[in-house]
């Protein structure tokens, strides 16, 4: 599979995702969690529910096996501790490699991005080995970026909105590609001064830097985290492909005011930045 | 798939509208909730019903039950307080100076109308004297108090205490970093004994320049984190304040909180108090060598190096209904609600009777203590009573929607994201609104679409978003009786406008 090919949103189907069972693992919310991103899996299950699909969730705590049978694998930000620590108990247990050659999907956040990668910088220097399944490598980017975020997703899906709160900055390899191009904010921030470049997508191996959380800010992008794990939930369970394709819409009340106002305000803060450069 | 009828809630009906909605249908329109019976069944790591309380683990977490009684030399505590004569040192003169021109600045900027001025004066006052604190304190025996929550509440059930015996310097509106405890040792300079809350990032240096010969220290939890205030780097830097410390110094420390007792374990004195945890999700990692922590009946323990709980002579009742000192349990009659105020008043309890006073003395002035610098009051406007509450983190907003559960009020919920606040509030995700689906509850605040959102997702029936909370008391039924819980800066202007007038 090369990077691009699960980047359309698919088209197939038209508009029934039909009566799958989704098995959502979320790894280690206690340990990657600090910025509300356990929300990201409340998102998914409450949008999945609302289409009728079955729910499996698994919360699996540090020190505790995760299924083998996941199709979608979710991993928040966190601090540097608790980055460390998550990954290496998943380099260990390599369950999330052997998901992801079966084709489970991977949803990862900020400090989560960085495990997903080659190997990432924590703070005083020290390069911890990620565990490979994106082609990025993090190192410490000064100053720390911190606030809003709009993006343009290379998919077509709306706009990315979210807020960032990182010190690293996220370079991509060939292997992978971005998931979206940065409209105002850092995102992942590689090269000297930014390469204007947001997550990453290699495969169904999916990461942003945006919180929010950003599937609560995002629901479109949800529902396609949705249709990757019901691909990935048709394929382990050998079905006939009933449970592929778009999910029905779904309205989801306050979230287009919240987009509307968050959006505003990002673009302000990127007037005002822009003109304070331009005075300097 | 067709959408499920009720999941759609109309979203952009003017206040009046939702109100008119609010008073015809109560709960009729039922939450969103998942019905049940089709869940998987449970089996191997699947949890099959999604609770996400059950992920955070800090909505309700047993408390363990026996709590050991195991001596420690340091931990009983009665030092008796020598009375002493209120010493009447004069000042340097940079010193009279330096309160005379924060005390006028202050006033000015309460003429102004730019609030109560104990920061700007007290910054004004350790400008003419950076001395001012350790001269203020020279002759005092100050307790500084610090914590993520509670810090407040904590204080002024001490103050309270202190002052049966003498007069007592407090900080009483909370303004905790050096110019707020300047100003307040500046007001009260014949006191012998002072209490003041302090910032948990300003504590190593606040309680260095006053001498606090008693540190209590509470919980760090997530606050703030776009200010990058990690919780392990707090609980670092009271650590190497600790190290510092000569047995001069009493620290007073809750042994339920991880971080707390990282911190506290480096100082030569300490008394530990169980005085709780609820919000875990802070400390899931041991702070010794970073390895998951467990949990065991006993409170907590690190399964790789041994760092565990210390034992205590002061604790909680597993119900938070009494709390039991060396001398056998007593228990306290606070006006204030919830298991957490317990928690705070069995720390002020050990703290107080360290400084002499007596349990019967020291509870008895915590059950004076009815609201603390405008949280709990019962305020009024538009001829509705509304309970003042503040949530300004997952920790102590988890602990607010305790306090409403079984209160029959109209729920309004006010979120801002100032600088303050911390800019950005996703940690309202990390609050388990679930276990509150189906409860009706209006939403403001400039972030209320956030809040609307979360609570939305948790299946709480939004009757009604307005940028302004007092709408909600406006609109909400004649006799309808509200408890709204707002974070940090929503909470200063409620308070502002429903009770400093
Ligand atoms: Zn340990």
């Known amino acids: 599979m090369t990077a691009g090919e699960l980047a359309q949103p698919s088209t197939a189907g038209g508009g029934d995702a039909g009566s799958g069972v989704v098995g959502i693992v979320h790894l280690y919310p206690t340990l990657m969690g600090t910025y509300g991103d356990g929300g990201n899996v409340l998102v998914l299950a409450r949008r999945a529910r609302a289409r009728g699909l079955d729910v499996r969730l698994a919360v699996v705590g540090p020190g505790e096996p995760a299924p083998e049978d996941g199709d979608l694998y979710v991993l928040g930000g966190g ?42 910088e924590v703070s005083g220097g020290a390069v911890e080995p990620g565990l490979g399944l994106l082609d990025a490598t993090t190192r410490r980017r000064e100053p720390r970026a911190v606030g809003e975020v709009l993006a343009e997703p290379v998919n077509g899906l709306p706009l990315l909105t979210g807020y960032e709160n990182h010190g690293g900055g996220t370079e991509l390899g060939p292997a992978a590609r971005a998931l979206a191009r940065v409209v105002a904010g850092v995102g992942n921030g590689g090269g000297a001064s930014g390469d204007g470049l947001e997550g990453a997508i290699q495969g169904r191996v999916v990461a942003t830097y945006l919180h929010g959380p950003v599937l609560a800010r995002n629901p479109e992008f949800a529902d396609w985290l949705l249709e990757l794990a019901l691909l990935a939930a048709t394929e382990r369970t050998g079905a006939d492909g009933a449970g592929c394709g778009r999910l029905a819409p779904l309205d989801t009340p306050f979230v287009a005011e919240l987009r509307a106002e968050r959006e505003a305000y990002a673009r302000s803060g990127k007037l005002s930045a822009e003109s304070a450069r331009t005075r300097r | 798939m067709p959408v499920r009828a009720g999941v759609t809630i109309p979203t952009l009906l003017s206040p009046e509208r939702r109100s008119v909605e609010f008073r015809a249908r109560a709960a009729a329109l039922g939450p969103v909730r998942e019905s049940g019976g089709a869940e998987a069944p449970h089996h191997g790591p699947w ?58 600045v202050a006033a000015a900027s309460r003429a102004l109308g730019r609030g109560r001025g104990q920061v700007i004066g007290g ?51 909370g303004a905790n970093m050096a110019p707020g405890v300047a100003t307040a040792l500046a007001e009260s300079r014949a006191a012998p004994f002072a209490a003041i809350e302090v910032d948990e990032a300003h504590l190593p240096a606040v309680a260095a320049a006053t001498h606090a010969s008693q ?79 467990a949990r065991p009946a006993s409170g907590w323990a690190c399964p790789a190096c041994g760092f565990a709980r210390p034992e205590t002579l002061w604790f909680i009742s597993h119900d938070a209904d009494r709390i039991v000192t060396p001398a056998g349990p007593v228990t306290p009659r606070l006006v204030l609600p919830g298991r957490f105020n317990v928690g705070n008043a069995a720390i002020a309890l050990a703290a107080v009777n360290a400084r002499g006073i007596s349990l019967d003395a020291a509870l008895e002035a915590f059950s004076q203590v009815s609201d603390v610098d405008g949280r709990y009051v019962r305020a009024s406007a538009h001829g509705r009573e509304a309970r003042l509450l503040l949530g300004k983190n997952p920790a102590s907003w988890t602990e607010m929607m305790g306090v409403v559960s079984d209160s029959a009020a109209l729920l309004v919920t006010v979120l801002n994201a100032r600088g303050a606040d911390g800019r950005d509030p996703s940690w309202i995700w990390d609050v388990g609104f679930e276990e509150w689906a189906g409860r009706p509850v209006w939403v403001a605040g400039e972030r209320r679409f956030d809040l609307a959102v979360r609570l939305d997702t948790a299946g709480l029936d939004v009757v009604g978003v307005s940028a302004d909370p007092l709408a909600a008391l406006e609109l909400a039924a004649p006799d309808q009786a509200l408890d709204v819980v707002a974070n940090y800066t929503a909470f200063q202007e409620l308070r502002a406008r429903l009770v400093s007038k």
């Open chain 2, 123 to 173: 910054r004004v006052m350790l400008r003419v004297d950076p001395q001012l604190l350790a001269r203020l304190a020279a002759g005092m025996e100050v307790t500084a108090v610090s914590a993520t929550n509670g810090k407040s509440t904590t204080t002024r059930m001490i103050a309270e205490a202190l002052a049966t015996r003498a007069p007592v310097a407090h900080n009483r509106t």
């Open chain 1, 79 to 120: 601090e540097d501790a608790s980055q460390v620590a998550a990954a290496r108990e998943l380099r260990a247990s390599g369950v999330l490699a052997r998901a992801v050659e079966r084709g489970a999907a991977v949803f990862a956040v900020c400090a989560g991005l960085q495990v997903l990668g080659r190997d990432f």
């Open chain 2, 215 to 293: 540190l209590v220290l509470m919980n760090l939890t997530r606050d703030q984190l776009d200010r990058g205030s990690e919780v392990k780097m707090l609980a670092d830097r009271w650590r190497r304040m600790a190290e510092t410390l000569t047995p001069a110094t009493e620290v007073v420390a809750n042994a339920d909180d991880p971080m707390v007792v990282w911190a506290a374990a480096a100082a030569p004195r300490v008394t530990w108090v169980g005085c709780g945890q609820w919000w875990t999700l802070d400390s899931a990692l041991c702070p010794r060598c970073g390895a998951p922590l």
């Open chain 2, 47 to 104: 949890s099959g019903v999604f609770r996400f309380c059950e992920v955070i683990g800090a909505v309700d977490s047993p408390r363990s039950a026996a709590r050991g009684r195991t001596s420690s030399a340091l931990a009983a505590g009665a030092r008796p307080w020598q009375a002493r004569g209120v010493p009447d040192q004069t000042l340097p003169l940079r010193s009279r100076t330096a309160i005379a021109a924060g005390r006028a």
